[in-house]
């Protein structure tokens, strides 16, 4: 189970998404991909150093930012359509950190993956994709190829999250379903029916 942030802390504040960090690893969150594109370099370098040390045995991913997340010795840098490739980001990193990419339907059969890890969706209806992306269905996802690999991704609550691990797919990657007005009590509900694993 992995909680990735929502993307406004450029909004409500970074201190406002710290305390949501904290009650997450307090909640037994072992891990935590930082996506805040609205952020500065210099505002999202502090956030993933507090979230470095906060989850130092455990696992940092950062959304695009691969110079941050090499300044923070972050895991995994995630990667999505609007960002370099997977096999540019190798090129630039080298084995220093995983290399995450966002994949879609068009994408789901594709026998090869230059990245590591990958996150397909969005599987349900979601918020932040209505408009933009169908969702894939559970049946499609699971028809898919690479499922150890593949984490998914949108509209994921805890049934759902259980139903899709029992069916083999690496993990389960969710925003709206664990940044609520209590993170840390959602993230164990979540957690509950999920394992713990990171990609």
């Not at 929502?6 to 009650?23: F, T």
């Not at 949108?154 to 797919?169: E, Q, T």
């Not at 609520?180 to 959602?186: A, K």
Request: proline fraction near 6%; aromatic fraction near 6%; include cysteine.
């Amino acid at each position: 189970m992995l909680p990735i942030t929502p993307g406004r802390a450029h909004e409500l504040g970074v201190d406002g998404l710290s305390r949501d960090l904290q009650a997450l690893r307090e909640a037994g969150c072992d891990g935590v991909l930082l996506r805040e594109p609205g952020l500065s370099d210099k505002a999202l370098h502090g956030l993933a150093s507090f979230a470095r040390d906060l989850f130092a045995d455990g696992w940092l991913g950062l959304h695009d930012r691969a110079h941050i997340a090499l300044a923070v010795s972050a895991d995994a840098v995630h990667l999505g359509y609007r960002s370099i490739t997977p096999r540019a980001a190798r090129r630039a990193l080298g084995s220093a950190v995983a290399i995450g990419h966002s994949q879609h339907i068009s994408e789901l059969m594709n026998q090869s993956m230059d990245a590591d890890y990958r996150f397909m969706g969005p599987v349900f209806p979601t918020p932040s994709k209505e408009g933009i992306l169908e969702p894939l269905g559970e049946e499609t996802l699971i028809s898919g190829t690479m499922l150890e690999q593949t984490w998914a991704v949108g509209g994921i609550g805890p049934s759902a999250a259980a139903r899709l691990l029992a069916a083999g797919v690496g993990g389960v990657a969710c925003i709206g379903s664990v940044f609520t007005n209590d993170p840390g009590e959602s993230f164990r509900a979540l957690a509950d029916s999920s394992k713990p694993l990171q990609p």
